[in-house]
């Protein structure tokens, strides 16, 4: 029998020598001493990472890290066991052997088997997709503008090498899937992050700081690489054909060549499949569409969304460190006091108090009932089948509800108010559609020749002029962009000299630095409602 001080590894329920198919090393992670057995694991690991091929017992007890270090006999069994899961392969051990009773002592060399390294391949791979953070990187972003502006320049070569359009592509596609992994993760963790409200105040408080400005810093990069991006996937797309497009085959061809002669065609297919699909993962991930925004521009907004959602959590830590109560202090203070309870009576007592919970005994009582209650009282333990029996209602027993059946609501008629909300949907579609007309300039016009704008044209104007604002990156003169929806188009160019630009409102004038301005409705032409209301 083992003591629960014993260090010694037990096997775990059924046997160890219990059949575990494919899946038998990895038995360790569920047994009694598992933590012993990865760190064991890991010493064979490291060893063959050095080129170490046979272990001794002795070899690995020196192998663990000194702080707590099992004894001797305990990695011995240790060993013994991984060997019978597979993990380990076990030889006897000639080297030492100096007299005729050694060969009848059991003395053991282990390496790592095919099964076992497998594995540990398989946790360290688990364990590093668990504790990854991820990273906006901002480099990435300017290393893949010099790849796309490398792109262009071979896109323009009248015949570019095969081999180097192919590496230029390859390390294009290998930087950019970097990028949006570690974006996803980056942003799982910051809203895990965000979640958590248990940190240590003096901790979370010191991190948010640097978080902060880590995202403000990130926004700005992918404010100005962004644009810069955009502009050279759409110079690269550009007609006639695309230049991009030459490239993509010569890469599509370069990795098709070594296939098998019956399967070239099939190969060159699926190549050029492959190719494009990148590259279109490439132009989302940078170009907005009517209708559909970029991811850039997603991740822009998620991160600056995490801003105020870290400042409230801040605001959270705060209120608790002053005192104030929130939920989560309450149901620790409640549950501190269940601890604290003398018996069981209390914390019933405390339980209904506290939620309002009662035990359903009675489906109806009156002053008899309770009369006969505190005169023989029926504890809270007590099981239905126990209990002395309650009286009902005949009604109740007859219908199964206190309440007399009767005629039927009428059915309510909701035709008016459908009709209302029919009539208001209409109205709010034909102001917008006649704010987006108002706007329209049907070709490039100063911003002060716009007139006099009414209240929808003039919030739909300044809604496109933050978009246009937004996009502006630093050394531009024009900038173009679209609403989220897709369905207008601002293009602003600045104009040196212009002077200052007067917009009149029916509630005032709006000033500004002139500029040249042109947008576009791209909604397609609707038709009227018509008075088929549902």
């Known amino acids: 029998m083992t003591s629960a001080a014993d260090p010694r590894p037990k096997p775990p329920a059924g046997g160890a020598d219990q059949e575990g198919g494919p899946y038998r090393p990895f038995a360790h ?29 002795e070899d690995v007890h020196l192998g663990l890290l000194p702080e707590g270090r099992p004894p001797l006999d305990a990695v011995a069994a240790a060993l013994v066991q991984l060997a019978k899961w597979g993990n380990l392969r076990a030889d ?27 594995a540990e391949e398989a946790l360290t791979a688990y364990d590093e997709s668990l504790g990854r953070r991820g990273e906006l990187q901002a480099v990435a972003l300017a290393d893949i503008a010099a790849q796309l502006r490398a792109v262009l320049a071979l896109a323009r070569r009248p015949a570019p090498d095969p081999a180097v359009v192919h590496l230029a592509l390859l390390a294009l596609v290998e930087r950019f899937s970097g990028l949006a992994e570690n974006a996803r993760a980056f942003m799982g963790s910051l809203q895990r992050t965000v979640d958590l409200h248990e940190a240590e105040v003096e901790v979370f408080l010191a991190y948010k700081q640097r978080l902060i400005d880590y995202l403000e810093r990130f926004i700005a990069d992918l404010v100005t690489r962004g644009a810069e991006i955009a502009e050279l996937l759409e110079e690269l797309d550009a007609p006639p054909g695309g ?10 061809e370069r990795e098709a060549a070594d296939a098998a002669p019956d399967a070239a065609a099939e190969a060159l297919a699926a190549a050029e499949a492959r190719w494009q699909g990148r590259w279109d993962g490439l ?21 600056r969304r995490a801003v105020p959602q870290l400042l409230a959590v801040v605001q959270a830590l705060n209120e608790r460190r002053a ?34 919970l009662y035990s359903a005994r009675h489906l109806t009582i009156d002053q008899e009932a309770l009369a006969e209650r505190d005169a023989d009282p029926v504890p809270t333990s007590a099981s239905w089948y126990d209990a002395p029996g309650v009286r009902i209602s005949p009604q109740l027993r007859r219908t199964g509800s206190y309440e007399r059946r009767g005629r039927a609501r009428a059915v309510l008629d909701r035709s008016e108010a459908k009709s209302y909300l029919a009539e208001l949907a209409r109205k709010q579609a034909e102001q917008t559609a006649a704010a987006r007309a108002r706007l329209a300039t049907g070709g490039e016009v100063r911003l002060s020749d716009l007139g006099v704008l009414d209240r929808d044209a003039f919030r739909l104007f300044l809604l496109l002029l933050g978009d246009a604002l937004s996009a502006w990156r630093p050394g531009t ?22 002077g200052i630009a007067e917009i009149d409102t029916l509630d005032g004038v709006l000033w500004g630095p002139e500029h040249l301005v042109e947008i576009v409705d791209l909604a397609p032409a609707r038709e009227p409602l018509g008075d088929d209301r549902a």
């Open 92 to 118: 006897p051990d000639t080297g030492r052997v100096t007299a005729l009773e050694d060969f009848y002592r059991a003395r053991s060399i282990y390496q790592l088997t095919r099964e076992g390294e497998a």
């Open 477 to 498: 003169e024009s900038v173009s962009t679209t609403t989220n929806d897709g369905t207008m188009e601002i293009r602003l160019t600045r104009l040196p000299g212009g």
């Open 243 to 252: 230049a991009v497009g030459p490239l993509l085959r010569l890469a599509a």
């Open 283 to 303: 132009r989302a991930w940078f170009l907005s569409l009517p209708g559909r925004s970029s991811q850039a521009k997603l991740l822009r907004s998620a991160a």
């Open 29 to 57: 992670l569920t047994a009694v001493n598992s933590a012993l057995y990865r760190q064991v694991m890991g010493v064979f690991v490291l060893a063959k990472q050095e080129f170490t091929v046979h272990l001794r017992p």
């Open 323 to 356: 005192g104030r109560s929130d939920r989560s202090a309450d149901f620790r203070e409640l549950a501190r006091w269940f601890a604290e309870a003398p018996d069981d009576g209390a914390r019933h007592r405390l339980w209904r108090s506290a939620f309002g």
